[in-house]
């Protein structure tokens, strides 16, 4: 299958500080991407969709100013987690679909577990 | 609204057969989709369903029926690295994937 790699898969940081995590598709062109936060024993909430080249979609609720998405191009989008707090702390994870209606699923990273203290 | 039920935790033994049922109502339906998720990774593709019936891929099969709205995930000859959660997620009009709670498996030996 498509490999979809996420980077870090690990932060610690400072509250009030930004964080950017990357998604990169590795052997396939991405025309979309997503973006999931997953807090403890729950499931995959969806807090974007974002399109290569235009500004990603957010979901409700979802502050587009505090989780910032870059999908400069078809192999790389970016989630930048600004002023981050502790109740951000979270598994965040993205997927990526190709381009062309052959691919029914959904690719993903391996997640990222951002710890805010 | 958009919906996906899924048991929350269920228990087998090793070797055993198990079923994870998922029941979902959404807006319109573009296939159903199981993903394995171990603690601390992302989820990893089982399998898709898009036309009623049954998928069999190894010790893994997938059932749907469009019309009840139910799918199943059977699971055979279960084996201890099978301990995980099972994400039921439907792709709805919008082809946008609405995703289950999960259900968390133990398996004892």
């Known amino acids: 299958g498509a490999v979809v790699s996420q980077h870090p898969s690990r932060v610690i940081c400072k509250s009030g500080t930004s964080v950017k995590i990357e998604c990169r598709s590795l052997?396939?062109?991405?025309?979309?991407m997503f973006w999931y936060r997953q807090f403890p024993k729950q499931s995959l909430m969806l807090m974007a969709t974002?399109?290569?080249?235009?500004?990603?979609?957010?979901e409700q609720g979802v502050e587009k100013d505090k989780f910032l998405i870059n999908h400069a191009s078809l192999t790389l989008s970016t989630l930048t987690v600004t002023s981050a707090h502790p109740e951000d702390s979270s598994f965040y994870i993205c997927?990526?679909?190709?381009?062309?209606?052959?691919?029914?699923?959904?690719?993903f990273g391996q997640g990222t577990r951002l710890t805010v203290v | 609204g958009q919906n996906i039920d899924q048991p929350t935790e269920m228990t087998a033994t090793e070797g055993a057969i198990v079923q994870i049922n998922c029941t979902y109502q959404?807006?319109?339906?573009?296939?159903l989709f199981w993903y394995q998720q171990h603690a601390g990774e992302a989820p990893t593709f089982l399998s898709y369903?898009?036309l009623d019936g049954l998928e069999e891929k190894g010790r893994f099969s997938s059932f749907l029926s469009r019309s009840k709205g139910y799918s199943y995930l059977l699971l055979k000859e279960l084996q201890m690295k099978d301990s995980a959660s099972y994400l039921c997620?439907?792709?709805?009009?919008?082809?946008?994937?609405?995703w289950g709670a999960g259900t968390k498996l133990i398996i004892k030996p």
């Open positions: 997927s990526a679909k190709s381009q062309g209606g052959s691919s029914t699923e959904a690719f």
């Open positions: 052997d396939f062109q991405a025309t979309t």
């Open positions: 959404t807006s319109g339906f573009n296939g």
């Open positions: 369903n898009v």
């Open positions: 974002s399109n290569e080249g235009s500004k990603a979609t957010y």
């Open positions: 997620a439907v792709r709805d009009s919008n082809y946008q994937l609405i």
